[in-house]
């Protein structure tokens, strides 16, 4: 049975998840749920994710919620080398990364995205320059650490992609589409690895889901 | 101490405690290592080598050495075969640990941001001498982690632990800051949510919570 997806593409938490399922080849199908009628907020929704976001995924009986949890799920049940579960010390480095791009890139990036894509595009406001600029002070010193980090190894974890990786993307494609992609100019190897994730088979054809759901 | 592993930073640190909640509850051979906040040791070249954020903890396994506490705390538990508390029932359990992968989750994205301002203008503050509460921060994220609260009422309205039956990761990595609240008058936010009590009240009486509550400043016991 087809697992299913709760929400719509264009989230980079939703897309997240798609693009571990695209990696592991399951079968899956999309469920949008359409915030402009408030339809998260829901009984139905809330009764998946009681924080009234998404995703959620229902597989079975089990119904779970977070990108990052469900994207774990999604590569241990199909033994994704994207976890690296066979070895201790190279798991614990895709986890080191995936919290990295969780509290380091995402948190900045999220108020980036917010002020410059969907402020001024879907609720006709003006992007308040000043909190953009702090939180691209935040994300040039993750950049700086990033570069270092690839100048030691080809990806975040090691010499192996991995999850880590992959979670940057949809933010990253967001980015790209912001007026200070040019940020990336700064730091070589960096804008090389986002360059090399967002070419993946997988990523590409998310990418396609997140335009046609935009 | 061969073989022992090695944790950078000071208890008084939430994420800290929760790494060293874990190597308690994982019965590890462990040092706990100072880090001079006070003096910006977190930002010396040293510090910086093991934790490129300039943030504690830092940890260390012989030649591994890792960072943020959720990743360090799962390397613990899955190094000391403690693998229910990363909420598998037996071998393999897919839907056990993914359970506590969502509510470990829930604690990095909706708790702890609202906790840890709360905590923040309310103790830390005066306790490194950082200026006075700001009392519209405070009310703002008061208000936040009441309805965060709120779903945990309900959640522990149908199971004792978050993830379900079995305590696991994912409340473990609830003691730190709740810790803290506990001292604040913003204890209510706990106290008047009947599950959520008997739930930290759970947590506090574990032996390995208890080692790490004598190391941590202040703070209140209750019951």
């Known amino acids: 049975m087809a697992m299913k997806v709760f929400g719509q593409p264009m989230s980079t938490n939703v897309a997240r998840v798609l693009v571990c399922l695209e990696e592991v080849g399951a079968k899956y199908e999309v469920v949008p749920v359409d915030f402009a009628t408030a339809e998260h907020k829901s009984p139905e929704h809330t009764s998946r994710n009681p924080f009234g976001q ?4 229902q597989d079975g009986d089990l119904v779970l919620f977070e990108s990052r949890a469900i994207s774990r799920y999604v590569l241990r049940k199909n033994s994704s080398e994207l976890l690296k579960e066979g070895s201790l010390a190279d798991s ?11 509290h380091h890139f995402d948190r900045p990036m999220a108020v980036i995205i917010y002020q410059c894509l969907v402020l001024p595009v879907y609720f006709g406001g003006k992007t308040d320059e000043k909190v953009v600029e702090e939180n691209l ?8 650490v990033y570069e270092d980090r690839l100048s030691r190894s080809t990806y975040l974890a090691g010499d192996f992609i991995s999850l880590a990786d992959l979670s940057h993307f949809p933010t990253a494609y967001y980015l790209l589409a912001t007026p200070h992609a040019g940020m990336l ?15 993946r088979p997988a990523v590409v054809k998310v990418i396609e889901m997140m335009k046609a759901s935009a | 101490m061969a073989g022992g592993v090695k944790v950078y930073g000071v208890a008084a640190s939430p994420f800290v405690a929760t790494v060293l909640v874990c190597l308690e509850e994982a019965g590890a051979d462990y040092e706990l290592v100072a880090v001079d906040m006070a003096a910006r040791e977190n930002r010396s070249q040293h510090h910086l080598a093991r934790n490129p954020f300039g943030k504690i903890p ?6 591994l050495t890792l960072f943020e506490s959720r990743a360090i705390s799962r390397y613990v538990l899955r190094k000391y075969s403690r693998m229910d508390l990363l909420g598998e029932e037996g071998d393999g359990d ?19 941001p609202a906790i840890s301002n709360i905590v923040r203008e309310c103790v830390i503050k005066q306790m490194i001498g950082a200026g006075g509460r700001n009392q519209a921060v405070v009310d703002e994220n008061v208000e936040r982690l009441g309805k965060v609260l709120d779903a945990y009422e309900q959640r522990l ?11 696991t990761v994912a409340d473990l990595s609830h003691f730190g800051f709740t810790w803290f609240l506990m001292a604040t008058e913003y204890a209510s936010l706990v106290e008047s949510r009947a599950n959520v009590k008997a739930w930290w009240e759970r947590l506090l009486a574990r032996p390995a919570v208890k080692k790490v509550a004598a190391l941590m400043p202040g703070g209140v016991t209750t019951g």
């Not at chain 1, 002070?137 to 700086?144: I, P």
């Not at chain 2, 830092?58 to 030649?63: N, P, T």
């Not at chain 2, 640990?97 to 604690?107: G, I, L, R, Y």
């Open chain 1, 54 to 57: 998404v995703p959620a995924l």
């Open chain 1, 92 to 102: 614990a480095r895709v986890d080191v990364w995936l919290e990295v791009e969780s």
């Open chain 1, 137 to 144: 002070e935040t994300l040039r010193k993750t950049f700086q």
């Open chain 1, 185 to 199: 100019d700064e730091f070589p190897r960096v804008k090389a690895w986002i360059d090399g994730v967002l070419a």
């Open chain 2, 58 to 63: 830092a940890f260390e396994d012989g030649e």
């Open chain 2, 94 to 112: 897919l839907e056990g640990s993914a359970m506590a992968d969502v509510w470990a989750e829930v604690e990095a994205h909706q708790y702890s």
């Open chain 2, 157 to 167: 309205s149908e199971s004792e632990y978050l993830a379900g039956r079995l305590v």
